[in-house]
């Protein structure tokens, strides 16, 4: 199918199914988000569908070749893109990918030259300075992509400017390693905006992910949920097993233990969501032995047990199974250990809702 039959085919398409769904709902906020919610996904899904016959095989550059950087190159390699060339700070790590995707490491300068796609995959702290610096060798026709979670597209406007388009699209997955990122990518979710969402949804792709498109005003929030879920599950794994530790078991002991009983919560999300998932001793209403827990527990511990259980109350009561006495004896247990750690470690703590 010609490229300009694919692109009125998808326009009719997202036509009707608006036209359909406009006429059977009123106009509340409530139910037009959920309208626009839903259009963007259609949206996505026919484009990915669309763009799935096209076929194309574009110049891929590579500046950085780090984890992600590495990951994403040698997908697109083994899709048929040819990798123009690589680029990174140390020239080893060039090479090294270079060899891997059949290319050659260049200069930044002639990564750009040479590619029609620029995946800019340093830092966060390097992308606006270096697309700044390099911005005299973008042109139109060009696209400059960047991985960052934080940071908007809009960060490489310099290359704008050049006639370039700028794009984000950044993964739902955490990057231990080249080898085991590639195993995990395929069924990842990526966030994509820009000025060419329709390659990035081919890019996800590509790469075997799942595309959503995001607002870039609101990356910022987007970013911090991404870092509580990864990051802070690292944190609580840490303070798990120091409570583990303090009941006898050693440190490796302790983190093996815990590790299926981890990996069954995340089954339990996938499978019933929120906020089914939740179970224990809040969600049973079962305070005493929540009271035990607190007794039991360092004063510095016991602070984030009690900010944490005050979520948890809400989740138990959206689940329902907690009212009444058993919820207000929690949140009054919850309320003093917060306030006896507060005078015990001169921390402030406040709920945000």
């Known amino acids: 199918m010609p490229p300009a039959a694919r692109r009125r085919l998808f326009i009719y398409l997202r036509k009707v199914y608006t036209r359909q769904l ?35 095989r574009v110049k891929v ?9 590495s990951t994403v190159a040698i997908k697109l390699h083994a899709k048929g893109h ?15 990918l270079a060899k891997r995707v059949n290319s050659q490491a260049l200069t930044a300068q002639r990564v750009i030259e040479e590619s029609e796609i620029i995946l800019i995959a340093t830092p966060d702290r390097v992308i ?9 060798f973008f042109r139109p026709g060009q696209t ?11 960060v490489m406007a310099p290359a704008r ?9 950044h993964p739902l997955q955490s990057f231990a390693s080249v080898e085991v990122a590639l195993e995990s990518l395929q069924g990842t979710h990526f966030a994509v905006e820009g000025d060419d969402p329709e390659l990035g949804l081919k890019l996800v792709q590509d790469l075997g992910g799942i595309p959503h498109l995001y607002q870039a005003e609101r990356k910022t ?47 339990n999300l996938a499978k019933v969501g929120l906020p089914a998932a939740l179970t224990g001793p809040i969600a049973r209403g079962d305070h005493p032995v929540v009271a035990g827990h607190l007794n039991e527990m360092p004063a ?6 009690s900010q944490l259980g005050l979520w948890a109350v809400d989740i138990a009561e959206a689940k329902g199974g907690l009212a009444g006495e058993n919820k207000e004896a929690l949140l009054k247990m919850f309320g003093e250990f917060k306030s006896e750690s507060r005078r015990t470690t001169g921390r402030k703590m406040r709920r945000t809702s």
Request: contains cysteine.
């Open 128 to 136: 606006a300075p270096l697309v700044r610096e390099l911005s005299a």
């Open 221 to 267: 929030l987007y970013h911090a949920g991404a870092c509580v879920a990864s990051n802070y599950l690292v944190v609580l794994a840490e303070i798990a097993v120091r409570l583990l530790e303090g009941a006898g078991f050693s440190r490796e002991d302790a983190l093996e233990s815990l590790r299926p009983l981890m990996q069954g919560t995340l089954t």
């Open 61 to 69: 550059g590579v500046i950085g070749a780090g984890t992600v950087g």
């Open 22 to 56: 406009l006429p059977s709902i009123s106009n509340t906020g409530t139910e037009m988000r959920a309208l626009r919610k839903n259009e963007a996904r259609i949206s996505c899904s026919i484009q990915a569908g669309i763009l799935a016959e096209e076929g194309d």
């Open 300 to 305: 510095h511990i016991s602070e984030i047990y």
């Open 82 to 96: 040819e990798i123009a060339g690589v680029n990174s700070r140390r020239e080893s790590s060039a090479a090294h």
């Open 144 to 154: 400059a992509i960047h991985f960052s979670g934080s940071l908007p597209s809009s």
């Open 161 to 169: 400017l050049q006639g370039a388009k700028v794009l984000s699209v």
